[in-house]
């Protein structure tokens, strides 16, 4: 099965801290993706990647930025994190869009709230 | 652009009773469809997808959904609900050659005994 592991479940942060989530999956996917959940709103795309050091902004970039250093790895870091980023944040991970196994898998989540 | 529509927050039912959780999609061109089930404080797990071929999907947990191209919908269906499938879920669309899911609001379900 694939496994895509976030570093953390739960983080508390200050405003105007450098904040580092971090990602790792294990099924060399090529896609990556971070997605931000928050109440009535769904699942947003933040960035996502499709091959190493490469990356895309999604539909709410603002604040946020990406790494990818290595295929399994992708980080999300938030710059200078405020409150209006305490949210649910989620990895996921899939094959190329022109794949037969199609579906994205997600970690666990981190759910990151901002003081 | 593409997006989905899930048009009640919450579905309320009684255990053994069919489940339905309403999910409808706009796209250009040829809809790949998903299911995720999200349990408390915990990540999205995949139910079921539709590629093509048979408008009926089945996947897991007993869930099943049916694809009609006419009126843009994939509801999701389980002819017997269980107290254990009280969660929220995702619908989520894309395209055949993009990788971006675009998801609707979720739908709370709520099974009671």
């Known amino acids: 099965d694939v496994k895509v592991t976030q570093s953390s479940r739960y983080l508390v942060k200050r405003t105007g801290e450098k904040v580092f989530l971090e990602c790792v999956q294990d099924?060399?996917?090529?896609?990556m993706f971070w997605y931000r959940q928050d109440p009535g709103l769904g699942l947003r795309l933040i960035y996502f990647s499709y091959d190493v050091k490469m990356k895309e902004k999604g539909d709410i970039p603002e604040g946020y930025s990406v790494s990818r250093e290595k295929k399994e790895r992708f980080s999300l870091i938030l710059e200078s994190a405020s409150t209006n980023q305490t949210s649910m944040y989620l990895c996921?991970?899939?094959?190329?869009?022109?794949?037969?196994?199609?579906?994205?898998?997600f970690g666990q989540g981190t759910r990151l709230t901002v003081v | 652009a593409q997006s989905v529509a899930q048009p009640e927050d919450q579905v309320n039912v009684a255990e053994g009773n069919p489940l339905t959780v309403k999910c409808t999609y706009s796209v250009s061109g040829n809809p790949y469809l998903f299911w995720y089930v999200q349990y408390p404080n915990r990540g999205l797990q995949f139910l079921l997808k539709?590629?093509?071929?048979?408008?009926l999907v089945k996947g897991s947990y007993g869930f099943e959904a049916e694809f009609n191209k006419s009126q843009t919908s994939f509801h999701l269906k389980k002819p017997s609900a269980l107290v254990s499938d009280s969660a929220l879920y995702f619908c989520?669309?894309?395209?055949?050659?993009?990788?971006?899911?675009?998801f609707g609001a979720g739908t709370t379900v709520t099974v009671r005994a």
């Open positions: 099924m060399d996917h090529e896609n």
């Open positions: 539709y590629i093509t071929g048979d408008n």
């Open positions: 989520a669309v894309r395209t055949p050659n993009d990788y971006k899911l675009s």
């Open positions: 996921a991970s899939s094959p190329p869009a022109d794949r037969v196994r199609t579906e994205a898998f």
